[in-house]
């Protein structure tokens, strides 16, 4: 059984189209992150939720929007999709927002054509 | 601005040997640090973690170590195992949230 779980695993999309991701956790933990793999491999954070409400919103374009309807799933939605938002989207979660243990998803490789 | 690099985008190790990978950090206020570790296709898990107070924590077969003087983490794996050969991500405790450095791939050759 999933702790983290995201999907789609992969995604290939022309540009200009929207795309969703979902996540969900079954840990029972408060705090959820989206993080962004980019070309140079570092993990940037987007986003963090706990319990719903938004904590953290690094700078991301507003094309990015996150939405969670309850504690348990954070999905990531994309306007717009540019070549540039190809990447490996990472979702994770943790007991609170102080915490460091995260439990990560496996990851969802979008490919912008 | 990256406050968390690793220099070293790979490394290989001969089976047996040790394993030392390395961090560099810029805010020396900081409170954890710690070391994920990523199969492909997969995402990272956590491996071993050290507070600040503290230069050094072991478990089993892996040791990290704290530098502040220097802001510089490193983590040596004795002895190296191919079941070792993975991405390992230094990662540090900032303001509600981690921030992690770009990783480095370790492939242990039998």
């Known amino acids: 059984d999933t702790a983290v779980s995201q999907t789609p695993k992969y995604l290939v999309t022309q540009m200009g189209n929207d795309k969703s991701i979902k996540c969900e956790q079954n840990l029972g933990h408060d705090t959820m992150y989206w993080y962004k793999q980019d070309s140079k491999k570092f993990l940037k954070i987007m986003f963090s939720y706990n319990n719903k409400e938004l904590i953290i919103n690094e700078t991301v374009p507003n094309r990015f929007s996150p939405k969670s309807p309850d504690k348990a799933h954070l999905n990531l939605h994309i306007n717009s999709l540019e070549l540039g938002d190809s990447a490996v989207y990472f979702c994770?979660?943790?007991?609170?927002?102080?915490?460091?243990?995260?439990?990560f998803g496996s990851g969802t490789r979008l490919t912008v054509v | 601005d990256q406050q968390v690099k690793q220099n070293s985008p790979s490394l290989s190790v001969q089976e047996g040997r040790i394993s030392i990978l390395n961090c560099d950090y810029t805010?020396?206020?900081?409170?954890?640090f710690l070391w994920y570790k990523k199969y492909p296709a997969e995402g990272p898990t956590f491996l071993i973690s050290?507070?600040?107070?503290?230069d050094k924590n072991e478990d089993g077969r892996f040791t990290v170590f704290l530098n502040k003087s220097a802001k510089h983490l490193s983590l040596h794996i004795v002895p190296s195992q191919p079941g070792d050969s993975a991405v390992y991500f230094c990662?540090?405790?900032?303001?509600?949230?981690?921030?992690f450095g770009q990783g480095t791939r370790l492939t242990i050759n039998p």
């Open positions: 990662a540090v405790r900032g303001a509600q949230k981690l921030v």
């Open positions: 994770a979660s943790s007991p609170t927002t102080g915490s460091y243990g995260y439990t």
């Open positions: 805010n020396s206020m900081f409170d954890y």
């Open positions: 050290i507070s600040s107070i503290k």
